[in-house]
Structures are given as C-alpha cells and as structure tokens.
C-alpha cells in the first residue's frame, strides 16, 4: 500500500499514457454486423447470396421483431409469426428460400463462430 501511495503520481501518469497509446488506433476500428460477417464465404447460401447482389446491387436482410407479454414462444405468438412468414412467402418478389422465421427455417447452427444454415 505505501508503494501505491508514494508512487501514485507515476502510477497514474502510466495508466494515462497507456490509454493514450491505446486510444490512438481507435481510428482505424471497423465493425462488420453484416451477414457476410456470420456466413463463411465457401457456404453455398453466401455463394447464392453475392451472385443475387451482383444481378441487383446491395441487398440488406429485412429483420422484423415480434414481442409478446406472455413469450412469443407459446402456440399464439407461434401463430403470429407463421402468418407473417406466410405473407413474405406468398409475395411475388421473394421465394420461399429469401424467408428465414421460427416456422419457415429448416436447421441453424454455429461452427467455428459462423453462423450455418442448412436443410434439417
């Protein structure tokens, strides 16, 4: 304790160079939330995913969230989820493939930190 009292100018002027040090690379931090970040590029839904880009330009992944008081995983928020997928699959601009939800998705895994979507 008394090394940390007789000390605490230098202590503290460390830790304040040390932070400075740290901080100066901020600038060059990225982050990456995109699906290409979750999908390894050998996949063949990443593959399907950046032809379908290349034909119409950057396409980003619509997410709609669904909450409920009592869970959505009960037989009612269930069904709210199923007739909302059921209207995106039956819309003309998409296929059955390009609708992803709790009631439509056939096997989601992890490996090695990405994320792994394949027929159940």
Same mark, same amino acid.
């Given at each position: !304790?008394?090394?940390? $009292?007789?000390?605490?100018?230098? =202590?503290?002027?460390?830790?304040?160079?040390?932070?400075?040090?740290? &901080? %100066?690379? @901020?600038?060059?931090? /990225? #982050?990456?939330?995109?699906?290409?970040? !979750?999908?390894?590029?050998?996949?063949?839904? +990443? @593959? +399907?995913? #950046?032809?379908?880009? #290349?034909?119409?330009? +950057?396409?980003?992944? =619509?997410?709609?969230?669904?909450?409920? /008081?009592?869970?959505?995983?009960?037989?009612?928020? $269930?069904?709210?989820?199923?007739?909302? &997928?059921?209207?995106?699959? #039956?819309? &003309? *601009? %998409?296929?059955?493939?390009?609708?992803? &939800?709790?009631?439509?998705?056939?096997?989601?895994?992890? *490996?090695?930190?990405?994320?792994? $979507?394949?027929?159940?």
């Amino acid at each position: !304790m008394n090394f940390i $009292i007789r000390f605490r100018i230098l =202590i503290i002027s460390l830790f304040i160079v040390f932070t400075l040090l740290l &901080s %100066l690379n @901020l600038g060059f931090l /990225e #982050k990456n939330a995109g699906i290409e970040a !979750m999908i390894p590029e050998e996949n063949p839904d +990443y @593959l +399907y995913f #950046k032809e379908t880009e #290349k034909l119409f330009g +950057y396409m980003d992944p =619509i997410i709609i969230g669904v909450t409920a /008081e009592d869970g959505i995983l009960t037989n009612d928020g $269930i069904d709210v989820i199923k007739r909302i &997928s059921d209207f995106f699959v #039956k819309r &003309s *601009e %998409l296929s059955n493939d390009n609708v992803l &939800s709790l009631t439509t998705v056939k096997n989601i895994t992890g *490996e090695d930190g990405f994320l792994i $979507i394949e027929p159940l």
